[in-house]
């Protein structure tokens, strides 16, 4: 297959893997982002974001509870949640060659 194919392959895997996602928050299992979030607070103070860095991992805490306040609304939830799958998706695309040529052809091998 040529290169330009493949590019437009790892596009439409992309899409439809966020398409996908975004099918699945909002319409099969819509009530998982309501409950998560109905305990979730968020606030855009100085204060809040300091506090939240003073502890280890606070930094991914207050990010992670950023996205949460989007929840509570259904489709904006679900379309976040498939723009986070699809970016990890693209990434996992883009490092994954670099480790199986760097390897000898095995993904693992790089790791042991």
Request: proline share 3%.
């Amino acid at each position: 297959m040529k290169i330009g194919n493949v590019k437009y392959c790892n596009i439409g895997l992309s899409m439809l893997v966020g398409i996908g996602m975004f099918v699945f928050w909002y319409v099969a299992y819509p009530h998982a982002l309501s409950y998560q979030e109905q305990y979730q607070l968020f606030l855009w103070t100085w204060d809040y974001f300091l506090e939240r860095l003073s502890v280890p991992g606070g930094f991914a805490d207050w990010v992670g509870e950023f996205f949460v306040q989007f929840y509570y609304v259904g489709w904006l939830g679900a379309l976040l949640l498939a723009l986070l799958f699809v970016a990890l998706q693209r990434l996992t695309a883009r490092l994954l060659p670099k480790f199986v040529s760097e390897s000898g052809g095995h993904v693992l091998g790089r790791m042991f």
